[in-house]
């Protein structure tokens, strides 16, 4: 079993449309938990960071970390085209350990 | 954060030879790190660069195929040596502050596309 499990999609979606994107976990030592936006043929942007349980909004996106259940989500209100772009969730014990990438694609 | 580059930005080069990819940081950090991110797979560690130290590598990467260097708290090298056609990968360095704030947290070059023939 892999230590972090995220749907690799695609995820097409229209525009204005809610995301959801999730990864669940095994290792209950986790202890940071961050999504980061990685455009085509760029390097990965940190775009949220989280720590505790429960939801952080930054904007349009909203993380959420629910460590019963080993499970975290990105929620991305209103998508836009500009929001296509592979997302990957990643958690940290000493080093961060990444999923695999979810690609998005949003069209108008 | 922080503006970081990466050179070259991409690469094709021969089986058997060796490349040297720099980072650099336009401001002193604390950690730089590198990852191979190959297609369809999640980023994967290949070693921590330390200041004026070894390199502190991850399980299945080696010194020998993998020399790092960071001369300083801005700047660090990974050589991808002896190279074959499975080394073909993206390439890319990550800095962190490690304070209290930030802690763990990571941001990216541009990374480096290597292709190899």
């Known amino acids: 079993q892999k230590e972090v499990e995220q749907d690799p999609g695609p995820l097409s979606v229209p525009e204005g449309a809610i995301v959801s994107l999730n990864c669940t976990y095994s290792?209950?030592?986790?202890?940071?938990f961050m999504w980061y936006r990685q455009y085509s043929r760029k390097g990965p942007e940190l775009l949220m960071y989280?720590?505790?349980?429960g939801n952080k909004e930054d904007g349009r996106f909203t993380a959420q970390v629910d460590k019963s259940s080993k499970y975290i989500s990105l929620f991305i209100r209103d998508s836009q085209p500009s929001d296509s772009a592979t997302y990957l969730c990643?958690?940290?014990?000493?080093?961060?350990?990444f999923g695999t990438g979810t690609r998005l694609q949003v069209f108008p | 954060s922080a503006v970081i580059s990466q050179k070259p930005s991409r690469d094709i080069c021969q089986r058997g030879t060796s490349l040297t990819i720099q980072c650099q940081v336009d401001?002193?950090?604390?950690?730089m790190f590198w990852y191979r991110q190959q297609p369809g797979q999640s980023l994967t560690l290949i070693a921590t660069?330390?200041?004026?130290?070894?390199?502190?590598?991850e399980s299945g990467f080696v010194i020998d195929k993998f020399p790092i260097s960071r001369p300083n708290l801005t700047f660090s090298t990974l050589t991808v040596s002896n190279m074959s056609p499975e080394d073909s990968s993206i390439y890319l360095c990550?800095?962190?502050?490690?304070?209290?704030?930030?802690?763990?947290?990571?941001?990216f070059g541009p990374g480096t596309r290597l292709t190899v023939l």
């Open positions: 990550s800095v962190s502050w490690m304070d209290v704030e930030s802690s763990d947290t990571q941001y």
């Open positions: 290792n209950s030592a986790f202890q940071y």
């Open positions: 989280t720590y505790s349980s």
């Open positions: 990643a958690m940290s014990l000493g080093k961060l350990i």
């Open positions: 401001s002193q950090v604390t950690m």
């Open positions: 660069a330390n200041q004026g130290s070894e390199a502190t590598y």
